[in-house]
Each structure stands twice: as structure tokens, then as C-alpha cells.
């Protein structure tokens, strides 16, 4: 508004320069725009409103990402084996009648390193009331003998809790 103002008030006072009489000031108090112009105006805006969203949540992507390295530096892969640990121990404090196991856990299984893994696992997860736990048909997610292996230990807790 003031631009236009100004332009106008500069044109009109050129115009009457010659008659000695000098404008002061040009007010704009309302523009009508056609419609086109309005949409194509909000959607200008709207675009630069949704460009700088999507920079903002770039920008937090990209510090949440570098905060997970500097604490996968940090606590390493000791420390992200206990944080799944803990993670499943949450699941059985909710109560919860189905626990699901992480593939890069379950794998960690099958190495000789780790035989003992899914005892620990399995021990962190005694809270649980087994009595209603379904197995499901574990051979079909982890291959026949891993899934067999679980399903006994699974079973043994089952025991022990009688």
C-alpha cells in the first residue's frame, strides 16, 4: 500500500505541479484485487509458509540425527543391546500378552558370542504372566530351529512359574 501510495502521490503531484498545488500525502485505505490475483497471492504465501516448515523439521531431523550418533559413539553396542533390553522390560510392565523381539536381537542369538542372549532376554522378561502367553508360530518369523529354541525356552519359564 504505501509503494502504491507513493507512486501515486508522486504522478499526481508532477500533474499539478504547474496549477501550484503540491500533494502531501497519499493515503490507500483498500485495494480490491481480482480473484485470480488473490488465490495466486495465498498460495504464494501458503508455499512460503510450508518451505519454512520444512526447514524447521529438516533442521530438527538433522539434530535429533547427529544427537543418536554422538550417543551411539557414546554408549556403543553394548550399551544398545542393554537399551533394547530395557525396552522390552517396559513391555512387560505394561502388562502386555505379547512381546515381539527385534530381528537384529534374535539374530545376535545364532552367533556363538551370544548363546547365552536369549536366556538374559528371556530373564528380563520373567515378570510376565506366562500362563496366557501365545507363542504364535514362531518357526515362520525366525526359521524352524531358532523359532523351536525359543518356543522351549518360553516354555521351560512357563514351567517354572507353576
Do not use: C
Request: aromatic share 4%; proline share 1%; no cysteine.
Amino acid at each position: 500500500r504505501d509503494e502504491i501510495g507513493d507512486e501515486i502521490k508522486s504522478q499526481l503531484d508532477s500533474k499539478t505541479d504547474s496549477f501550484g498545488v503540491r500533494v502531501l500525502d497519499v493515503e490507500i485505505q483498500n485495494i480490491n484485487l481480482p480473484e485470480k490475483m488473490e488465490r495466486a497471492m495465498a498460495a504464494q504465501a501458503e508455499a512460503e509458509r510450508d518451505r519454512r516448515a520444512r526447514r524447521t523439521n529438516a533442521q530438527g531431523e538433522l539434530e535429533a540425527a547427529v544427537k543418536l550418533r554422538q550417543a551411539s559413539e557414546i554408549i556403543g553396542e553394548k550399551g544398545y543391546r542393554m537399551r533394547t533390553l530395557q525396552t522390552l522390560d517396559s513391555v512387560a510392565a505394561e502388562n502386555s500378552t505379547i512381546v515381539t523381539f527385534p530381528t537384529e536381537l534374535i539374530g545376535g542369538f545364532q552367533s556363538e558370542e551370544n548363546e547365552k542372549g536369549l536366556q538374559q532376554v528371556l530373564d528380563n522378561v520373567s515378570d510376565i504372566d506366562l500362563s496366557s502367553f501365545d507363542i504364535g508360530n514362531l518357526e515362520d518369523m525366525n526359521g524352524e530351529e531358532m523359532g523351536e529354541e525359543i518356543k522351549g525356552k518360553i516354555e521351560d519359564l512357563k514351567d517354572g512359574q507353576k
